[in-house]
């Protein structure tokens, strides 16, 4: 925070006709943000006229703001409140995303994993059919009236038969249900083969990998005895991004996306890593930090690093994106998306850790393969790890209420509201921001979080404080890029639409 | 709001403003810090302490009218863990004081946020639900939240200005607040 | 022999109560009233854990068990923290 914005007088205040408002320092500028997510750039000498209560009806300042819902005489305040409530309606439904463990085992081990593996013997780690049966029957319970099966382990194609058991099962009970209803498997790609690809693309599962850049890095993060793990997923990316062809999917829009987990080697090396995904017909580049769950903690040492080299890896590889942006490819950070559909568009894309409320509990929840059923996917990691505080219930025995009422999913929904955490509040990207309660709970003890202590705080200031940075510039060319990757383009052919529609 | 550890100097300041924070390192490894309760309700106290207790042993007592005595032990019995401890503490305290203020502040705001978020997430109960209810003639006709009641039986003064006699007000009519700083 | 010192406006007796129920087989524990709160004496039982390990656990139990009950007493908006 900069305290040099404003020379304090001996009482500072506002104009009678300002709604409230935040304010932060990006590039020389003052950033504005209003309770409804409005922003605009005024300089420090229209702020300090601010804090001195002053405003002149006739300014250009005025017009200004005026324009964009910052005097509060001219608030439409009908369209506004229409606006909010539309942005927030992913409250008014339950979990859209329902994460199935099919089993711990996994054939890699990777340096940063935070799914708490097991060997490939431990068979007792595999989902029976009937815990399978059961977390659909709840997940198909749930108000959203979309539905998100995802399939994760461990490796997920390890437990091939489950998987096939639970789609079987999904599809025919959601006649009874009738959601739209969709599947993702995140998988290392290493088990897949003809008969698997077959059922898998045939039932419109969406398929997404881990590349952590090009070969020598990804198999040194990522270990397959025996074998390249970077070669098999490339090859596997390939085929199927060539069976969407095949089906006359448009391939800008159907392919196989892949996740990044950046460590301290990755940050050395912002461009390659762009281009190793944008080689394997990547569209959306994922930047995700290293986080503090399983396996990651214990080789915290070797792979972890300073947020602040985080910041300067991100601004890059960004920069880079956009760049390539310019000279005709179509790629974007995802991050850089999920923000910037709030600022530019006034609209939640409903990612679960960045937003306020955060999703844990009420937006997804995670099925193991021992039945426990968690606020999230993270919770469930730190239960592997010998914490068992988002655990909330049991698919042989829960009900879909029971669980939505459990005082953990309570405690999260009060301690994620942003606006009223402090720091947040005071915070000029906090309509726009949002930090998992599991997050703060694991590095900082507390389900609320210290936000100046917070590495995922200050990973999401840095994002949005380049964002910014970006539309202050106001290059036409940037901001066109920066808008179209506000674009959501509905990916219909992976939604077994219900039978009703 | 300063960016410098709140244990900066702490016992420098407890000499010139005994009314603040004194932090004292003990012998064994342990360290007490007072706290002043007007600036630290004791409901912050307790919810720092209680963060704390799966890593420190901590122990709460009182050093003076107002005053609240909190000594912190590692664990692991290392003296520079508990003076990092020490610190995260009071970084705490300070999170956990503003947050009861906050909350006290904007209640309306958390509680319709929340009950929208939970509501919309169970839905309505169903029918078993309803039949397992236990709703009898005694309880029928209970209203908790005085629904039945008319605005002029709940608002109606009692001799003299009452604790709730204004009408809620919707978030048009609240005034404005001083622009806030930013971070 | 290890004393702790419960005041009685941070600690309440119930809590207190629960705590030195809790750890009873693990050493030898005695509790009495005194003007502003609760002293618990603390003796090691004979090949068993030691005393301060023991003072200090029946001391975070205690403090635990007091933020929860005081929490579950206070009004709604307090849950907002």
Same mark, same amino acid.
């Given at each position: 925070?900069?305290?040099?914005?404003?020379?304090?007088?001996?009482?500072?205040?506002?104009?009678?006709?300002?709604?409230?408002?935040?304010?932060?320092?990006?590039?020389?500028?003052?950033?504005?943000?209003?309770?409804?997510?409005?922003?605009?750039?005024?300089?420090?000498?229209?702020?300090?006229?601010?804090?001195?209560?002053?405003?002149?009806?006739?300014?250009?300042?005025?017009?200004?703001?005026?324009?964009?819902?910052?005097?509060?005489?001219?608030?439409?305040? %009908?369209?506004?409140?229409?606006?909010?409530?539309?942005?927030?309606?992913?409250?008014?439904?339950?979990?859209?995303?329902?994460?199935?463990?099919?089993?711990?085992?996994?054939?890699?081990?990777?340096?940063?994993?935070?799914?708490?593996?097991?060997?490939?013997?431990?068979?007792?780690?595999?989902?029976?059919?009937?815990?399978?049966? !059961?977390?659909?029957?709840?997940?198909?319970?749930?108000?959203?009236?979309?539905?998100?099966?995802?399939?994760?382990?461990?490796?997920?194609?390890?437990?091939?038969?489950?998987?096939?058991?639970?789609?079987?099962?999904?599809?025919?009970?959601?006649?009874?249900?009738?959601?739209?209803?969709?599947?993702?498997?995140?998988?290392?790609?290493?088990?897949?083969?003809?008969?698997?690809?077959?059922?898998?693309?045939?039932?419109?599962?969406?398929?997404?990998?881990?590349?952590?850049?090009?070969?020598?890095?990804?198999?040194?993060? !990522?270990?397959?005895?025996?074998?390249?793990?970077?070669?098999?997923?490339?090859?596997?990316?390939?085929?199927?991004?060539?069976?969407?062809?095949?089906?006359?999917?448009?391939?800008?829009?159907?392919?196989?996306?892949?996740?990044?987990?950046?460590?301290?080697?990755?940050?050395?090396?912002?461009?390659?890593?762009?281009?190793?995904?944008?080689?394997?017909?990547?569209?959306?580049?994922?930047?995700?930090?290293?986080?503090?769950?399983?396996?990651?903690?214990?080789?915290?040492?070797?792979?972890?690093?300073?947020?602040?080299?985080?910041?300067?890896?991100?601004?890059?590889?960004?920069?880079?994106?956009?760049?390539?942006?310019?000279?005709?490819?179509?790629?974007?950070?995802?991050?850089?998306?999920?923000?910037?559909?709030?600022?530019?568009?006034?609209?939640?894309?409903?990612?679960?850790?960045?937003?306020?409320?955060?999703?844990?509990?009420?937006?997804?929840?995670?099925?193991?393969? %021992?039945?426990?059923?968690?606020?999230?996917?993270?919770?469930?990691?730190?239960?592997?790890?010998?914490?068992?505080?988002?655990?909330?219930?049991?698919?042989?025995?829960?009900?879909?209420?029971?669980?939505?009422?459990?005082?953990?999913?309570?405690?999260?929904?009060?301690?994620?509201?942003?606006?009223?955490?402090?720091?947040?509040?005071?915070?000029?990207?906090?309509?726009?921001?949002?930090?998992?309660?599991?997050?703060?709970?694991?590095?900082?003890?507390?389900?609320?979080?210290?936000?100046?202590?917070?590495?995922?705080?200050?990973?999401?200031?840095?994002?949005?404080?380049?964002?910014?940075?970006?539309?202050?510039?106001?290059?036409?060319?940037?901001?066109?890029?920066?808008?179209?990757?506000?674009?959501?383009?509905?990916?219909?052919?992976?939604?077994?639409?219900?039978?009703?529609? | 709001?300063?960016?410098?550890?709140?244990?900066?100097?702490?016992?420098?300041?407890?000499?010139?403003?005994?009314?603040?924070?004194?932090?004292?390192?003990?012998?064994?490894?342990?360290?007490?810090?007072?706290?002043?309760?007007?600036?630290?309700?004791?409901?912050?106290?307790?919810?720092?302490?209680?963060?704390?207790?799966?890593?420190?042993?901590?122990?709460?007592?009182?050093?003076?009218?107002?005053?609240?005595?909190?000594?912190?032990?590692?664990?692991?019995?290392?003296?520079?863990?508990?003076?990092?401890?020490?610190?995260?503490?009071?970084?705490?305290?300070?999170?956990?004081?503003?947050?009861?203020?906050?909350?006290?502040?904007?209640?309306?705001?958390?509680?319709?946020?929340?009950?929208?978020?939970?509501?919309?997430?169970?839905?309505?109960?169903?029918?078993?639900?309803?039949?397992?209810?236990?709703?009898?003639?005694?309880?029928?006709?209970?209203?908790?939240?005085?629904?039945?009641?008319?605005?002029?039986?709940?608002?109606?003064?009692?001799?003299?200005?009452?604790?709730?006699?204004?009408?809620?007000?919707?978030?048009?009519?609240?005034?404005?607040?001083?622009?806030?700083?930013?971070? | 022999?290890?004393?702790?010192?419960?005041?009685?406006?941070?600690?309440?007796?119930?809590?207190?109560?629960?705590?030195?129920?809790?750890?009873?087989?693990?050493?030898?524990?005695?509790?009495?009233?005194?003007?502003?709160?609760?002293?618990?004496?603390?003796?090691?039982?004979?090949?068993?854990?030691?005393?301060?390990?023991?003072?200090?656990?029946?001391?975070?139990?205690?403090?635990?068990?007091?933020?929860?009950?005081?929490?579950?007493?206070?009004?709604?908006?307090?849950?907002?923290?």
């Amino acid at each position: 925070m900069s305290t040099s914005l404003i020379t304090l007088g001996s009482k500072p205040s506002a104009p009678p006709d300002l709604v409230p408002i935040r304010f932060r320092d990006v590039g020389g500028d003052v950033l504005l943000t209003g309770p409804w997510g409005d922003w605009i750039f005024v300089s420090q000498a229209e702020l300090a006229t601010l804090a001195r209560g002053k405003l002149d009806p006739s300014s250009d300042l005025f017009a200004r703001l005026a324009d964009k819902n910052f005097i509060r005489s001219k608030v439409d305040v %009908d369209k506004v409140a229409t606006a909010m409530r539309e942005k927030k309606r992913f409250l008014d439904y339950g979990p859209i995303l329902h994460m199935m463990i099919v089993t711990l085992r996994c054939n890699e081990t990777c340096v940063y994993c935070h799914a708490s593996r097991a060997d490939m013997d431990a068979v007792h780690t595999d989902m029976t059919p009937e815990i399978a049966e !059961r977390s659909v029957d709840l997940a198909l319970q749930s108000t959203s009236p979309s539905v998100t099966i995802e399939f994760q382990g461990g490796e997920p194609l390890v437990a091939f038969p489950i998987v096939k058991h639970i789609v079987n099962y999904a599809l025919q009970r959601n006649r009874a249900y009738g959601k739209d209803l969709g599947f993702t498997m995140v998988s290392n790609l290493a088990l897949m083969d003809d008969e698997k690809m077959k059922f898998l693309v045939g039932n419109k599962v969406q398929i997404c990998t881990s590349i952590d850049g090009p070969e020598p890095l990804h198999n040194k993060q !990522r270990v397959l005895v025996g074998g390249s793990a970077y070669f098999e997923s490339a090859r596997w990316i390939e085929r199927i991004n060539k069976a969407y062809i095949d089906l006359g999917l448009d391939p800008t829009l159907y392919h196989v996306e892949a996740l990044l987990t950046t460590t301290r080697d990755t940050l050395k090396r912002p461009r390659e890593i762009v281009d190793t995904l944008l080689s394997l017909g990547c569209r959306a580049i994922f930047l995700r930090p290293v986080d503090p769950f399983g396996f990651a903690e214990k080789t915290r040492s070797k792979i972890e690093y300073d947020r602040a080299e985080y910041r300067e890896f991100y601004r890059t590889a960004v920069d880079y994106i956009l760049d390539l942006n310019k000279r005709g490819e179509q790629v974007l950070e995802r991050y850089a998306a999920i923000f910037l559909t709030k600022i530019l568009r006034g609209e939640d894309p409903n990612f679960m850790d960045i937003r306020s409320p955060g999703g844990s509990g009420i937006g997804a929840l995670a099925y193991n393969y %021992d039945g426990k059923i968690f606020t999230s996917d993270e919770g469930r990691m730190m239960y592997e790890t010998g914490d068992d505080s988002f655990v909330i219930g049991d698919a042989r025995t829960a009900t879909y209420r029971g669980l939505m009422k459990h005082e953990t999913i309570r405690a999260l929904v009060l301690a994620s509201i942003r606006e009223v955490q402090p720091d947040c509040v005071s915070c000029a990207y906090v309509p726009y921001c949002g930090v998992q309660a599991e997050h703060n709970h694991r590095t900082q003890g507390t389900i609320f979080g210290r936000m100046r202590e917070s590495t995922l705080c200050m990973v999401h200031k840095g994002i949005q404080d380049y964002l910014f940075e970006k539309l202050r510039e106001n290059d036409p060319s940037t901001v066109e890029i920066l808008r179209r990757w506000t674009t959501v383009r509905e990916r219909t052919h992976f939604v077994h639409a219900s039978a009703a529609s | 709001m300063s960016d410098s550890s709140p244990n900066d100097g702490a016992l420098d300041r407890a000499e010139r403003d005994p009314g603040s924070v004194a932090t004292t390192a003990l012998g064994d490894g342990a360290v007490q810090i007072d706290f002043d309760e007007a600036y630290y309700p004791k409901d912050a106290i307790y919810g720092a302490a209680y963060v704390f207790i799966d890593r420190c042993y901590v122990h709460l007592d009182r050093a003076g009218d107002r005053r609240v005595r909190v000594t912190l032990r590692s664990k692991t019995g290392a003296p520079l863990d508990t003076q990092a401890l020490a610190g995260e503490l009071q970084n705490e305290l300070l999170c956990q004081a503003w947050r009861l203020s906050i909350a006290a502040e904007n209640r309306q705001l958390i509680e319709s946020i929340a009950a929208r978020a939970l509501g919309g997430a169970a839905g309505p109960p169903g029918l078993d639900e309803l039949l397992a209810m236990d709703i009898d003639e005694a309880s029928a006709f209970e209203d908790p939240l005085g629904i039945a009641m008319s605005w002029e039986e709940k608002y109606k003064k009692k001799g003299g200005a009452t604790d709730d006699a204004a009408p809620e007000k919707s978030p048009a009519d609240e005034p404005a607040s001083d622009a806030e700083k930013g971070s | 022999m290890i004393q702790i010192r419960f005041h009685e406006e941070l600690y309440d007796a119930l809590s207190i109560d629960e705590a030195v129920k809790t750890y009873e087989p693990y050493a030898k524990l005695t509790a009495h009233r005194e003007a502003g709160g609760t002293i618990v004496h603390v003796e090691a039982l004979e090949g068993g854990a030691d005393e301060p390990l023991i003072a200090a656990e029946l001391g975070n139990f205690a403090l635990g068990r007091a933020v929860e009950r005081s929490r579950a007493q206070t009004p709604t908006a307090k849950e907002g923290t």
